[in-house]
């Protein structure tokens, strides 16, 4: 218990390191999209899907992790019942 309120400290930590780097950056695409928009370039559609990108992939890395880290847990216990019934 005490390392993953660890793992949950350190990571918001991180993120909260994080925060004044990235809205820096905030109107500088801001611009860079409406200007390319008013000038007829679809370059905006290409931001919007790598946004998507850059907000799905560390969900689905976190969640394939977890399902890992249940399912070795799963095996691990039934592994320990099967164990523990041999030896009655």
């Known amino acids: 218990m005490k390392k993953i309120l660890f793992i949950l400290v350190?990571?918001?930590?991180f993120v909260s390191l994080?925060?004044?780097?990235?809205?820096?950056?905030?109107?500088?695409?801001?611009?860079?999209?409406?200007t390319s928009l008013q000038e007829g370039n679809t370059s905006a559609a290409g931001l919007n899907v790598g946004i998507l990108y850059l907000l799905v992939?560390?969900?689905?890395?976190?969640?394939?992790?977890g399902y890992w880290w249940y399912n070795n847990n799963?095996?691990?216990?039934?592994q320990e019942a099967v164990d523990s019934n041999q030896l009655l």
């Open 57 to 65: 992939m560390p969900y689905a890395l976190i969640g394939g992790l």
């Open 74 to 78: 799963k095996k691990k216990k039934s």
């Open 18 to 34: 994080q925060t004044d780097l990235t809205f820096a950056q905030c109107a500088l695409c801001k611009a860079s999209v409406e």
């Open 10 to 13: 350190v990571a918001i930590v």
